[in-house]
């Protein structure tokens, strides 16, 4: 039963999602996607491996799952330069 599980996650494929460390695409299995910059994803070894440790990633096995826009804030890490500036003052 599991391993017939992981058999079929494996054939799971992210359209059009381009691992940013070994630059596979699209990725297949499980996709690990960055929850503070706007745009990193991993594979399934890339995240394996410790690529990008410095940041929470999202676990995203079925790509109707996938968020199209994420918004965290954390407080111990830094934003991405990218990331859209939010007013934490309420209005």
């Known amino acids: 039963m599991i391993l017939e599980k992981k058999a079929a996650q494996a054939q799971v494929e992210h359209e059009a999602v381009e691992c940013d460390a070994c630059e596979v695409n699209p990725i297949k299995g499980v996709r690990f996607k960055?929850?503070?910059?706007?745009?990193?994803?991993?594979?399934?070894?890339?995240?394996?491996?410790?690529?990008?440790?410095?940041?929470?990633?999202?676990?995203?096995?079925?790509?109707?799952?996938?968020?199209?826009?994420i918004m965290c804030q954390y407080q111990n890490i830094a934003q991405h330069p990218d990331a859209v500036k939010i007013d934490s003052q309420p209005e």
């Open 34 to 69: 960055c929850s503070v910059c706007p745009d990193y994803d991993l594979c399934e070894g890339c995240e394996a491996k410790g690529v990008h440790p410095e940041h929470p990633m999202l676990k995203i096995r079925d790509p109707s799952m996938a968020p199209s826009k």
